[in-house]
């Protein structure tokens, strides 16, 4: 593994690397160091225009003479190299390293994380190796292509343009991976890939959402039947409130569940006050459980009755949103939120999911307060249905020994 080490103390560069040396005996390093900025930013343009192997990932302090670690980040942005995983180091606070973080991902740099000085290297590692080798989000423009408009969004929706993508969860006590959500993008030739943020509310305006969660549907489960090994893992779609309007969009789900009895399928249903309240809406969450279709309550937390539903609908589980969950470490609010949900949803027998956990730190935390589940970008982003066995195979091998180091 080619390393590179950009630190002007040359003792934090020979630490680093007998860290990676006896917490990973088994990998061969290929170390490359430079004491600043400048030096890194050469070493990264000579290779990145040579036919030398590819630098796996770039470790660099924030603050050097002759260029710091913003200068790298903004060089990797610019650049070939902006696809190298690069982990940040510095003695700053923990404010600063934040603004560091997102700065480099609002540059979309691959970024393994932001760490304090002193260093932990099986940090690093631990991110590195659930990020490894796999470019599991495809390169997705954040720009709304002309293309995906209300005129044309019927046109667009069909199995050809629908690319899946699959984030796993995993069981916090153990490490073991229990399932995957289903993400979906649009993908349109020579447009590139459409975020779900921008094209479902064209969707839902247009009246097409069950035709577009068929699709999701057919698609993952085919994905599914690929490989026998995935069945050993839950399948969780989301679907649209509005979805539950429609009797035979119902009818067909319980259908697939019966005809695809051998997959765990699971409906992620986000809330949304108005719709899941109506007679027809709780009818049909109803007869979906009946048929045992287990259904996650999504979002936890962002509206107000939450509580009340939990209390009337019986929910196999709920996935405390994001945003309450990804500085859980630091937002004292925030973890009040997340403490309370979890301790009600044990008591009502519910699995409580938390998504957008991002950092070690996170995953510690609710680990601590009894949380069931974890997802986020920590464990790892979204992937592409073609790396989907090879990431599982990697972190089958790989968490016993990273929960260890944990
Ligand atoms: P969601 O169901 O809450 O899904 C989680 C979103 O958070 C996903 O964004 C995921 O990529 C992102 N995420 C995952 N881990 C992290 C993390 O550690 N940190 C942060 N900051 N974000 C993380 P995405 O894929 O853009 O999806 C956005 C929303 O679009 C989803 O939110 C879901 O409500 C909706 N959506 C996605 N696919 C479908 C679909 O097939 N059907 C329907 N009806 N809705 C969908
Ligand atoms: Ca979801
Ligand atoms: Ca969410």
Request: aromatic share 8%; glycine share 4%.
């Amino acid at each position: 593994m080619k390393i590179l080490i950009v630190d002007d103390q040359a003792f934090v560069r020979e630490t680093i690397k007998s860290e990676f040396i006896q917490i990973a005996p088994e990998v061969s390093f290929d170390f490359h160091e430079a004491d600043c900025g400048n030096k890194a930013i050469e070493m990264l343009e000579h290779n990145s225009l040579s036919d030398l192997p590819t630098i796996e990932l770039v470790i660099a302090d924030l603050k050097m003479e002759n260029g710091d670690g913003l200068a790298i980040i903004n060089h990797m942005a610019t650049t070939r190299s902006r696809e190298i995983p690069i982990a940040i180091v510095s003695s700053s606070d923990k404010r600063t390293l934040e603004l560091i973080g997102n700065i480099t991902n609002s540059f979309s740099l691959n970024l393994v994380g932001v760490f304090q000085k002193p260093l932990d290297i099986s940090d690093i590692y631990a991110s590195i190796a659930a990020k490894k080798a796999f470019p599991q989000e495809p390169d997705i423009s954040e720009e709304i292509t002309p293309i995906c408009n209300e005129a044309n969004i019927t046109s667009l929706l069909n199995e050809e343009n629908l690319f899946l993508c699959y984030q796993p969860k995993i069981n916090i006590k153990t490490g073991e991976l229990v399932g995957f959500e289903v993400l979906s993008r649009l993908c349109i030739q020579g447009d590139g890939f459409i975020y779900p943020d921008k094209f479902i509310p064209l969707i839902e305006k247009a009246g097409l959402n069950c035709q577009f969660t068929k699709l999701v549907l057919n698609q993952a489960l085919s994905q599914w039947h690929l490989f026998e090994k995935l069945k050993s893992y839950s399948l969780s779609i989301n679907i649209s409130a509005n979805d539950l309007l429609s009797d035979d969009f119902i009818n067909y789900v319980i259908d697939k569940h019966l005809t695809n009895s051998d997959i765990k399928l699971m409906l992620e249903l986000t809330e949304s006050q108005q719709t899941i309240n109506q007679d027809r809406s709780l009818q049909a969450i109803a007869k979906l459980i009946i048929n045992d279709i287990p259904i996650s309550l999504d979002d936890f937390g962002k509206s107000y009755s939450t509580f009340d539903r939990l209390d009337s609908i019986p929910f196999d589980e709920i996935k405390i949103d994001k945003d309450f969950v990804s500085d859980l470490d630091v937002n004292l609010q925030h973890q009040a939120i997340v403490e309370s949900t979890i301790a009600l949803a044990r008591k009502l027998n519910v699995k409580v999911v938390a998504e957008g956990v991002e950092t070690l730190s996170v995953l510690k935390r609710l680990q601590m307060l009894g949380c069931h589940i974890a997802q986020g970008y920590f464990i790892s982003p979204p992937i592409e249905g073609r790396y989907l066995m090879a990431w599982i195979n990697e972190y089958n091998l790989q968490h016993e020994c990273q929960y260890v180091s944990c």
